[in-house]
């Protein structure tokens, strides 16, 4: 499945490279996607998003609009993953696909009960937390504005984070 996931981060970022017009949206879908709760196992969003970035660094896009897209994309996704937490609370798990995979709900509520608002910064990094711990966070009551606070400044980090290493890679080349 590894060279599947590779193979797909590969002709995905091929396909961008040819097509710059599609960059932002496809990584504002990409983010979205990548932050909601149980799709986000699907898609190698990182090895993506770390290629965007090189490109971007090649000049073959401007930064600030893929920036952009890629914290909208993450912080949308998650206000969607809180809110269904708010909405469904724990019925969520009453659906069969969702309780296949209760040890990530367990995990992550284990976090969230550890951390706080924290979680919601340093889950953003952490692949398989990334959709679920917003979820919890949900499920659990936060405060929605300590949620959107943490939120919205983990998007734009981690879309730094992401983007900034092969920008800057080809700035001092």
């Known amino acids: 499945m590894l060279s599947t996931l590779t193979d797909f981060a590969n002709q995905a970022t091929q396909v961008i490279a040819a097509n710059p017009q599609w960059v932002a949206p496809a990584v504002f879908a990409l983010c979205f996607v990548e932050s909601l709760p149980f799709l986000a196992l699907l898609v190698p969003g990182t090895a993506i998003l770390l290629s965007v970035g090189a490109l971007v660094g090649a000049g073959e896009m401007p930064i600030l609009p893929v920036w952009l897209a890629v914290t909208l994309g993450a912080g949308l996704g998650n206000w969607i993953s809180f809110w269904l937490g708010q909405r469904y609370g724990g019925n969520l798990f009453h659906f069969e696909w969702a309780r296949k995979r209760l040890h990530m709900y367990v995990k992550a509520q284990a976090f969230f009960a550890r951390w706080g608002w924290f979680s919601i910064v340093a889950c953003r990094f952490i692949g398989p937390l990334r959709a679920t711990v917003p979820l919890i966070a949900g499920t659990c009551n936060m405060s929605p504005l300590a949620f959107h ?25």
């Open 149 to 173: 606070i943490s939120s919205w400044a983990s998007a734009c980090l981690w879309a730094s984070v992401l983007l900034l290493p092969g920008w800057l890679s080809f700035q001092y080349m």
